[in-house]
């Protein structure tokens, strides 16, 4: 081959093959409604095309497990801090070093061992009647067991895996005993027999088939906006200063770099950017969840419903007493 010619395909090999390294392969439980903006906005900015597979979180880390060497994928993004430590657990992710991370994702919101990394908030709170329950009736998550609640209560599904975290997390701060007994409350407060999701959980409360719910906050969100004249209303729990962890329940979405990754550094830098300012607010606005990043401020909807403190128990307990917690509602009759 003439010289000058070898040169210049040696230069544009150099130029090419990195660009292709660059693409990142994503496996997503979010739906694809709520992270294509996003990717589309990190390849605007970056050139770095992003190839992504939803499904599931169940599916997608048994694809993981069988693929092993052979995935594709170099990040896995999923919700519920549950099942982030869960992959981990796996051995489905890989520890990474971000001072970035560690700045822009509280340490209570992130894997201690730095495999996985919340990138937005999710406040499992109570929602209530406004006609039928005044803001100082309510206290606390524990309070909803007080037998003044007879017959007043709603809940979701203890099926569903926000719950499961929920009463975890309260085993890590109160004990199994104390959380049991709360939770056997609840159970004799129902009103009705426990709903399949958040929306109608609220939908019950707003109609005054009971008093009080707890659901996460971006159901809440949802509901009002095809419905504002609903009677209902949030309320914070648990703000007791007195107690250092005590707050609002929270859990996240977030993400890590698959263990087997073929380009960790691309899932990293991608993880980093959803962290950043730019990136916080397009991936927790579309779902009217919170920004992980304290520096961001939340969407105007977001943040009419007032600010609260939460707790700073670390969200892994979610998944590490998860198991205890399931078979906790199992004894406590909560279905």
Not at 181 to 209: C, H, I, Y
């Amino acid at each position: 081959m003439n010289p000058t010619r070898l040169l210049a395909a040696i230069m544009f090999a150099s130029t090419v093959l990195p660009a292709l390294a660059e693409d990142v392969v994503v496996y997503s439980a979010r739906n694809e409604q709520l992270i294509k903006p996003l990717f589309d906005a990190y390849t605007h900015d970056t050139g770095v095309r992003i190839k992504f597979i939803t499904d599931k979180e169940g599916p997608l880390m048994a694809r993981l497990k069988a693929e092993g060497r052979n995935t594709p994928a170099d990040m896995l993004l999923t919700v519920d801090a549950g099942n982030l430590w869960q992959a981990s657990e796996e051995d489905l992710l890989r520890p990474i070093r971000s001072k970035t991370l560690e700045t822009n994702v509280p340490a209570h919101l992130r894997d201690p061992g730095n495999e996985w990394f919340g990138l937005s908030v999710r406040a499992r709170t109570i929602v209530y009647n406004t006609q039928k329950v005044k803001p100082a009736d309510l206290s606390t998550y524990e309070d909803l067991a007080n037998p003044k609640w007879k017959g007043r209560l709603c809940l979701r599904t203890s099926k569903k895996v926000y719950n499961q975290s929920l009463v975890a997390m309260m085993i890590h701060e109160y004990g199994e005993e104390k959380t049991e007994a709360m939770v056997r409350g609840w159970v004799g407060n129902l009103a009705t027999s426990p709903f399949p999701d958040d929306t109608k959980a609220m939908e019950a409360v707003a109609a005054g088939q009971c008093d009080a719910t707890i659901v996460n906050t971006y159901y809440f969100g949802r509901l009002m906006e095809k419905n504002p004249k609903l009677p209902l209303a949030i309320f914070w729990p648990n703000q007791n200063l007195k107690n250092q962890t005590a707050g609002v329940h929270v859990n996240i979405s977030g993400a890590g770099v698959t263990r087997h990754a073929r380009n960790p550094a691309g899932a990293q830098k991608l993880i980093e950017w959803l962290s950043s300012d730019k990136a916080q607010n397009l991936f927790a606005d579309v779902n009217l969840e919170y920004p992980v990043n304290p520096k961001v401020v939340p969407d105007k909807t977001v943040a009419a419903w007032g600010g609260f403190r939460q707790s700073l128990i670390n969200v892994k307990e979610a998944g590490s007493l998860q198991t205890k917690a399931v078979r906790l509602m199992d004894r406590a009759g909560y279905k």
